[in-house]
C-alpha cells in the first residue's frame, strides 16, 4: 500500500462521481489515485473534483503506479470483461451492482477473482445505510416478531429514453437495476429466496429491455417479500419498504428524491396495535447527532461501504457481509423473474440447470407492450 493508504481507481465517471466523491474525501485509509471513462470530458470533471489521473483507456487505467484497488462502475455488459483483466492485473474489486448480467457471468466474475486471490465485493451500499442497518437489528433482535412479509415499491415516472441502460445489451432494464438492490435487501434481512413468480412488461415505445415489473418471491423461512418497479407511473419518485412482524409494523420511506443525494433520506415508523383496530407509531429515523464530517464517515451509505471493502483489502479477507456469491444471488433472483415472466408460472430456485438464457432474455420482445394489448 502507498504512504495514504490503499490507492482506488474508479472506472466510470457517471453517476459514480456523485455518488462516491463524497465518501472519497472522507476515507482516512484511501486515496483516488486515476478515473477513467472512455469519455474524457467524464473523467476531467471527475478529477477536477476529487484528484488523480485520466485515462479513457481501460488497460492504460490499470497500469497507474500502485494502484490497488478498483471500483469499476461502467455499463453492466463490461463489469465481466474488466473483472477479468483488473484480476489478471493483482487489482481488488469493488463491482457496482448489479454484478452482471446473468448467473453465469457472476459465477465467472467470482471465479477469476478468487483464482486471483484478489478481493473482489459487489456494491450493495444499502446494506450499510442506517436506515437499512436498522431494519436489520429489529428484525434479528426479534423486536418486530416474526416477520411474514416485506413489500417495497421503487418508482418513478420516467417517460424519454435514458441512454444504455434501455438497451437489450444489458439484458435487463430496471428490475435488473434497482431490483437487485430490493432483492439483496430482503435476503440479508430474512434469509435466501425458494420460489419466484413475476410479471415483467416492457410499456415505452423505443426501450428494449422492461420498464415494470411486479415480483412475488417465497424465501426458506416462509416470508413472502414482493418487489414493485416501475418507471411508468404518474406519481413523483418513491423508494419505500414495509416490513409486517407479529410484534409490530416497520415503515422506511423516501420520497421526491433519490436517496442517494442525501445522508438521511429515509424516514422509518414502527407501528404496533394496542387494542381493537388503534395503533401506536413512533418516528424512529436515523438522524444526524454529530458534526457533519464524522456523520459523513459514520453514517454515509457509500463511506461505510467503501470502508468495509478497504478494511477487507487491508486483512486480506474476502467479505463476509457482502459478498460474490450475494451478487449472485441476487441476479438468480432477477433472471428466475424474467424466466417466470415469460412460463407465467412460479419458478424454483435454484436455477442452475432448469433455463437457458434466450429464454430468459426473450420477453424483451414488444408482445409485452401495452398498446399491443389493446
Not at 420511506?253 to 424516514?267: K, M, R
Not at 450475494?326 to 440447470?353: C, F, H, W
Amino acid at each position: 500500500m502507498g504512504t495514504h493508504g490503499v490507492k482506488l481507481g474508479v472506472a466510470g465517471c457517471g453517476a459514480s462521481r456523485t455518488m462516491f466523491g463524497p465518501a472519497l474525501k472522507s476515507l482516512e485509509d484511501a486515496e483516488v489515485v486515476a478515473w477513467m471513462d472512455p469519455l474524457l470530458e467524464k473523467a476531467k470533471r471527475a478529477a477536477d473534483a476529487y484528484g488523480g489521473t485520466v485515462y479513457t483507456d481501460y488497460s492504460e487505467f490499470l497500469k497507474h503506479d500502485d494502484l490497488d484497488a478498483v471500483i469499476i462502475a461502467s455499463p453492466i455488459w463490461l463489469h465481466l470483461p474488466q473483472v477479468r483483466e483488473t484480476a489478471a492485473a493483482g487489482k481488488h474489486i469493488l463491482c457496482e451492482k448489479p454484478m452482471a448480467r446473468n448467473m453465469s457471468e457472476c459465477q465467472e466474475i467470482i471465479d477469476v477473482c478468487r483464482n486471483a486471490d484478489v478481493i473482489l465485493m459487489p456494491g450493495f451500499m444499502k446494506r450499510f445505510d442506517p436506515a437499512f442497518l436498522l431494519v436489520k437489528q429489529m428484525i434479528d433482535s426479534g423486536e418486530l416478531g416474526e416477520v411474514f412479509e416485506i413489500s417495497s415499491d421503487w418508482s418513478w415516472p420516467q417517460y424519454f429514453l435514458s441512454g444504455w441502460r434501455d438497451t437489450a445489451k444489458c439484458q435487463g432494464g430496471l428490475l435488473q437495476d434497482h431490483g437487485s438492490h430490493t432483492v439483496d435487501l430482503t435476503r440479508w434481512w430474512v434469509g435466501d429466496v425458494e420460489s419466484v413468480f413475476a410479471s415483467v412488461r416492457l410499456l415505452f415505445e423505443g426501450r428494449e429491455v422492461e420498464d415494470y415489473a411486479h415480483v412475488v418471491c417465497r424465501h426458506t423461512n416462509g416470508c413472502i417479500s414482493i418487489h414493485h418497479n416501475s418507471r411508468m407511473t404518474h406519481r413523483s419518485l418513491r423508494e419505500c419498504y414495509r416490513i409486517e412482524g407479529s410484534k409490530g409494523t416497520l415503515t422506511v420511506e423516501c420520497e421526491g428524491q433519490w436517496s442517494f443525494n442525501h445522508l438521511y433520506p429515509f424516514t422509518v415508523k414502527l407501528y404496533r396495535n394496542t387494542k381493537g383496530i388503534s395503533s401506536i407509531c413512533e418516528d424512529i429515523s436515523p438522524k444526524p447527532g454529530t458534526p457533519l464530517d464524522e456523520q459523513l464517515k459514520r453514517d454515509n451509505r457509500y463511506s461505510g461501504e467503501l470502508q468495509y471493502f478497504l478494511d477487507c483489502i487491508m486483512k486480506n479477507k474476502p467479505p463476509a457481509y457482502c459478498s460474490g456469491q450475494d451478487g449472485l444471488a441476487a441476479i438468480e433472483v432477477v433472471n428466475a423473474a424474467y424466466l417466470s415472466a415469460r412460463r407465467n408460472q412460479a419458478i424454483t430456485l435454484p436455477l442452475k440447470g432448469q433455463y437457458d438464457l434466450d429464454e430468459v432474455f426473450r420477453f424483451l420482445g414488444t408482445a409485452h407492450r401495452i398498446e399491443n394489448k389493446q
